[in-house]
């Protein structure tokens, strides 16, 4: 069975930084993507940034240019850098892996941006 648990959220001022990480641990045969997705309260959950197997990167407009996706293949850890954050980046941060069988979700990581 694959388990994603994430962690590095917490409360920031705007302007601030956080570095989410989501460690992947079980078996995994084959991972073709991981990416990290948001929910705010009310809202529907939303894609933030992907990393493709093959390197290629994706990011939300909203986050471009100030939240960097990575991964460190060693640890099977994926990590999100967020930079000059926002109130509006507040939101429960998910880690998703695509892997050749299933997708995976983790539990979340509460981000809360003051004003």
């Known amino acids: 069975q694959v388990q994603l648990v994430e962690s590095g959220g917490g409360v920031v001022q705007a302007g601030g930084s956080l570095r989410l990480s989501c460690a992947a641990s079980g078996s995994i045969f084959r991972i073709n993507a991981m990416g990290w997705y948001r929910q705010a309260p009310g809202e529907q959950r939303e894609l933030v940034a992907t990393?493709?197997?093959?390197?290629?990167?994706y990011y939300a407009d909203s986050v471009k240019g100030r939240f960097t996706i990575s991964r460190d293949s060693a640890k099977n850890t994926l990590y999100l850098q967020m930079n000059s954050l926002k109130p509006e980046d507040t939101a429960v941060y998910y880690c998703?892996?695509?892997?050749?069988?299933?997708?995976?979700w983790g539990q979340g990581t509460q981000v809360t941006v003051s004003s």
């Open positions: 998703k892996l695509d892997a050749s069988d299933s997708s995976y």
């Open positions: 990393l493709a197997r093959a390197g290629s990167t």
